[in-house]
């Protein structure tokens, strides 16, 4: 919901922008900059908008800050939300993850014992590479994209966020973040962050333990219980 809201606010500021530059009035990128002087431009009569547009101007103002209440009244759903559901305070707490998208996934996936494993999860997300394989070999490919839209867009959208920001901050992931940014490039970090945090939060809601940035790993045979063997 609030997602729909962000796309309508920013193709309603478009259309403001773009009424306004048909009579030369130009302003700074930011919806705050053109917030702050929208109205003052609309009460203005020594500029050069004419009657019709500024009522357009003016219902599109109105509707602009309808929209801003309608998304802080979702904000405080989704906060509460949080607050009071256990599983999605723990899902908020992953980098990239915040309570918007944690709600999201708890109220949208309910149980997540439904999928076998963590990749299952990960795959019903699609957030998984495609895989190829010609002459015996197995190359990935993009992401399958399958499953929710939604989730999959706020799962990249604050992988994108925690990206940007991994070098900040000192914790295991957030430095693999750093090199593999490096290595790759931003937008393939982005979506091994996506992929990696379906498998976290798959892991975390099911196994009922807290999220740690600094978790290493164990090896399979050290998760069964077995010793791995020598080389012969």
Not at 21 to 29: C, D, M, S, T, W
Not at 147 to 164: C, E, F, H, N, P
């Amino acid at each position: 919901m609030e997602y729909a809201y962000k796309e309508e606010r920013t193709a309603l500021i478009n259309r403001i922008r773009g009424l306004l530059a048909e009579f030369g009035l130009v302003f700074p990128r930011s919806p705050e900059a053109l917030r702050a002087v929208l109205a003052s431009v609309i009460e203005d009569a020594g500029n050069e908008l004419p009657g019709v547009a500024r009522l357009a101007l003016q219902r599109a103002h109105l509707h602009w800050i309808d929209i801003e209440l309608q998304m802080a009244w979702c904000d405080e759903r989704i906060a509460s939300h949080v607050r009071s559901d256990e599983r999605a305070r723990k899902a908020a707490t992953l980098l990239g993850v915040g309570p918007t998208t944690a709600s999201a996934v708890v109220a949208s996936v309910g149980d997540f014992k439904q999928f076998a494993n963590a990749r299952q999860f990960g795959a019903w997300m699609g957030l998984v590479p495609s895989q190829n394989s010609t002459g015996g070999k197995a190359r990935l490919g993009r992401i399958t994209k399958r499953g929710d839209d939604y989730l999959r867009t706020l799962l990249i959208q604050g992988a994108k966020s925690a990206v940007m920001s991994a070098g900040k901050r000192s914790d295991r992931i957030s430095q693999w973040l750093v090199q593999l940014k490096e290595r790759v490039g931003w937008q393939k970090a982005v979506v091994a962050l996506a992929n990696k945090n379906a498998r976290i939060l798959w892991a975390v809601l099911t196994r009922d333990v807290a999220f740690d940035p600094d978790h290493v790993p164990q090896p399979p045979a050290a998760r069964s219980g077995l010793e791995p063997q020598p080389a012969a």
